[in-house]
T-cell receptor, first 114, second 112 residues
Framework: AQSVTQLGSHVSVSEGALVLLRCNYSSSVPPYLFWYVQYPNQGLQLLLKYTTGATLVKGINGFEAEFKKSETSFHLTKPSAHMSDAAEYFCAVGSGGSNYKLTFGKGTLLTVNP | DGGITQSPKYLFRKEGQNVTLSCEQNLNHDAMYWYRQDPGQGLRLIYYSQIVNDFQKGDIAEGYSVSREKKESFPLTVTSAQKNPTAFYLC???????????FGPGTRLLVL
């Protein structure tokens, strides 16, 4: 079984400040990890993903995430928030093999204050 | 442009009525998925299809049905057995089952 916990259903930052969205996972097999972003009344857009290899993953719009196996974490960061970053962010974990399934966290709503 | 389309954007269901949500992709992906999104709940998997003429139940399949007669299409029917259908429904596809999923714009289903 696998699960995802996103700490903080709502995060508020000032424009230009660091963005840190937390994600912890549990998985019985080596995980695939994803961050998606959702703008109001729209579908999900892939920000970045980790499958194998380098543990620091760079995505679109200046976001990056680091896979830390010892901490079972995959936190999302951006050095400087922009107003356009305001959206809901979802962390997801998948596993390889024929029983592949993607499990999503409950989401973190990011607001950016001017 | 390649992508995933869902229609309609908004759908209203009367009590006791079955409604069908459309999902079409022109990405040549083998796998397709249906998720339900409720506020504060994240996404929950309803059904998925690894290949044409094959589909499997997800975590919350009760009250829903699907078909996969064509590679491009994976319609979802919300039956009258689904007692709480009001939600945002998202369709996704991936090249194969284990690969990255890409999402459509969603359909919001409301009950009259």
């Amino acid at each position: 079984a696998q699960s995802v916990t996103q700490l903080g259903s709502h995060v508020s930052v000032s424009e230009g400040a660091l963005v840190l969205l937390r994600c912890n996972y549990s998985s019985s097999v080596p995980p695939y990890l994803f961050w998606y972003v959702q703008y109001p009344n729209q579908g999900l857009q892939l920000l970045l993903k980790y499958t194998t290899g380098a543990t620091l993953v760079k995505g679109i719009n200046g976001f990056e995430a680091e896979f830390k196996k010892s901490e079972t974490s995959f936190h999302l960061t951006k050095p400087s928030a922009h107003m356009s970053d305001a959206a809901e962010y979802f962390c997801a974990v998948g596993s390889g093999g024929s029983n592949y399934k993607l499990t999503f966290g409950k989401g973190t709503l990011l607001t950016v204050n001017p | 442009d390649g992508g995933i389309t869902q229609s309609p954007k908004y759908l209203f269901r009367k009590e006791g009525q079955n409604v069908t949500l459309s999902c079409e992709q022109n990405l040549n992906h083998d796998a397709m998925y249906w998720y339900r999104q409720d506020p504060g709940q994240g996404l929950r998997l309803i059904y998925y299809s690894q290949i044409v003429n094959d589909f499997q139940k997800g975590d919350i399949a009760e009250g829903y049905s699907v078909s996969r007669e064509k590679k491009e299409s994976f319609p979802l029917t919300v039956t009258s057995a689904q007692k709480n259908p009001t939600a945002f429904y998202l369709c996704a596809s991936s090249p194969r089952l284990e690969e990255t999923q890409y999402f459509g714009p969603g359909t919001r289903l409301l009950v009259l």
